[in-house]
């Protein structure tokens, strides 16, 4: 039987609809939920994707702002808008686009951000919070990934999870997300011996490693859950993930496709944090 074909973009518009409610009371108790995002550099992709959340983020009711710099900006600059937004108390959430173009040091301006502010989960104190399992914002993709399985009825606790791709973006958090959950978890990546006998055992399937097609149907555990990270370009120009998604969705009980999938899901889940943060400033 063929698997459910897991809705993240309807998910991802749940999401928003509730965030946008959480926003209309912020408003009106004075802290309307405020976003700048940082774009330096011209990459035709990242400026897709800042322009997908300056949409939804004024669409939410925030008030959001985009700041482009040049791809040449000095990162002495670069830090001193940080800092600027920093001490800005009409902004929750600061985002830098990644990656930054050549020159410039994104650990060193990720380490800048306000971790309060750090709507990304990027900076170290949210990371060391994320393994301590103490408050914090946790990425965006991976929180976006355990809040489809969560909607979709999916239980974490006590399965076998397998996550292929070890980024600090995305493999490594949503790894410390499903521990949290108590899902027994395994990392696996390029040099991952038997990666598809591993894969095999998973319950909870995950790629996220950006290689096209990579999981195949034959390695999918009969019943499992399958969530597709990966948006690449196929031969003939279409997106593609990581997942063969007409073998796997033989075998899967659950598949998320690309696109329309986790995809969605990761600026529902930005749009979340920010809330999240301006909720806290309101007290
Ligand atoms: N580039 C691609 N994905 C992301 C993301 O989630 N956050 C940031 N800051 N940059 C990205």
Redesign the pocket.
Same mark, same amino acid.
């Given at each position: 039987m063929a698997a459910e074909t897991i809705d993240g973009k309807g998910i991802a518009a749940l999401v928003r609809a509730e965030v946008g409610v959480a926003a209309q009371r912020l408003t009106a108790a004075g802290q309307r939920p405020g976003l700048t995002v940082v774009l330096v550099g011209e990459d035709p992709a990242?400026q897709v994707?800042v322009r997908n959340k300056d949409r939804a983020a004024d669409r939410a009711g925030f008030r959001v702002e985009t700041r482009k710099l040049p791809a040449q900006t000095p990162q002495a600059e670069l830090l001193a808008l940080v800092a600027e937004l920093n001490a800005d108390e009409a902004v929750h959430g600061i *985002?830098?686009? *990644?990656p930054l173009p050549g020159g410039l040091d994104a650990d060193a301006v990720v380490r800048a951000i306000d971790p309060a502010k750090d709507v990304?989960g990027l900076h170290p104190d949210n990371v060391a919070a994320l393994w301590m399992g103490t408050p914090g914002h946790r990425p965006? =993709?991976p929180s976006g990934c355990v809040e489809l399985l969560d909607r979709t009825g999916i239980d974490i606790a006590g399965r076998n999870a397998v996550v292929i791709g070890r980024s600090l *973006?995305v493999g490594k958090p949503l790894a410390a997300l499903l521990l949290a959950r108590n899902a027994t978890v395994t990392i696996a990546h390029s040099r991952t011996a038997d990666l598809a006998g591993l894969a095999r055992g998973a319950d909870i399937l995950v790629a996220a490693v950006g290689r096209a097609e990579l999981v195949r149907g034959n390695w999918i555990k009969p019943g499992a859950a399958v969530l597709d990270v990966g948006i690449n370009r196929g031969a003939d120009g279409s997106l593609v993930g990581d997942v063969a998604f007409d073998e796997a969705r033989e075998r899967a009980a659950a598949i998320t496709p690309v696109p329309g999938g986790v995809g969605p899901m =990761?600026i529902a889940m930005l749009l979340r944090n920010t809330a999240a943060a301006a909720a806290r400033r309101a007290g």
């Open positions: 990242s994707y *985002l830098v686009q *990644l990304d965006c =993709t *973006l =990761t």
